[in-house]
């Protein structure tokens, strides 16, 4: 009976107290940085996206107080129809931080700053087919584009063609491309936008929708780190 007690308690010790698989490695990830489910905004990378400028580009800083409206040419009085539309071109924030950059193809923005109101996730229900613009001497017509596609962040898009009259009666005419994205952070929301404006009459070959979009995905990129 001995004999049969040792050997059971060899049988319980083997099943027990055998080799344990080791454990699996914690997966790594070389991604955004993150606070939970949020992603990381740092403004300062902003700077980061003058590199893909086209060649002979001169890059100055932008006005803190811009707004995609403002550098379509309008002034602080203007108006838009209908009004809830104009959201992801005027919205509450801080002052910007960006640049702006002149060139032949014409003056490209880019700009971000800290959303103090309503974002475009609380915008129109219905979308915005098309909507006006007016304030001074000038009035615009805002048109939706499709916008690219941003993991993590509300998109719009916008192609405003500008008319402006001036003394004695002459009509200029501008063109903007506007895309902007609305991002989350650990530090609150932030809305960033880029906005190329080209005049349809030079003769120098204008920058397309295309550069402004790619440039939106690549300074979000950016910003994120």
Request: proline fraction near 11%; glycine fraction near 10%.
């Amino acid at each position: 009976m001995r004999v049969f007690a040792v050997a059971a308690a060899l049988l319980v010790c083997t099943a027990a107290c055998g080799p344990r698989p080791a454990p699996e490695p914690t997966p790594t990830s070389s991604g955004p940085q993150t606070t939970g489910n949020v992603v990381t905004v740092s403004p300062a990378r902003i700077d980061r996206v003058r590199q893909d400028l086209p060649p002979g580009y001169e890059v100055v800083g932008i006005d803190p107080r811009a707004t995609p409206v403002s550098l379509w040419g309008f002034g602080p009085d203007w108006t838009a129809d209908p009004a809830e539309c104009a959201a992801p071109a005027a919205p509450e924030t801080d002052p910007a931080r960006g640049w702006s950059a002149s060139g032949p193809g014409g003056i490209v923005y880019a700009a971000v700053a800290k959303v103090t109101g309503a974002t475009a996730e609380s915008g129109p229900d219905a979308p915005c087919e098309q909507w006006s613009v007016s304030g001074g001497h000038s009035v615009g017509t805002v048109t939706p584009v499709e916008a690219p596609v941003v993991e993590g962040a509300v998109t719009a898009g916008m192609a405003t063609a500008v008319t402006t009259v001036v003394e004695g009666g002459t009509e200029t005419r501008s063109h903007a491309d506007t895309f902007t994205a609305d991002l989350n952070s650990e530090t609150g929301g932030y809305h960033l936008f880029i906005t190329v404006i080209t005049d349809p009459g030079s003769p120098n070959p204008a920058l397309d929708r295309a550069f402004t979009s790619d440039l939106l995905v690549k300074t979000v990129s950016a910003l994120r780190g």
